[in-house]
């Protein structure tokens, strides 16, 4: 499986929330996407409870549902 554009794309919106890297690589934000790191870690989602985005049930179902429905968008 090869990095997606959705897995990109919702590792960059983690830095738009005031999200850094991560320093595990199995955690979507960690510095280099690879094909281990495809889904939101639980790190990933105490940062995002850290600032004040997680912690309602679910959230790891809806950022996963984010990252297809990036990758189901094309440019044209």
Partial sequence: MAVTWGQMMVHEIGHAIGLGHASSSDQLKFGTATTS???LGRGDLRGMELVGLGG???TRARADRAVSA???CHAT
């Fill in 37 to 39: 790191n495809s889904r």
């Fill in 56 to 58: 309602a049930a679910g």
């Fill in 70 to 72: 990036a990758d189901g």
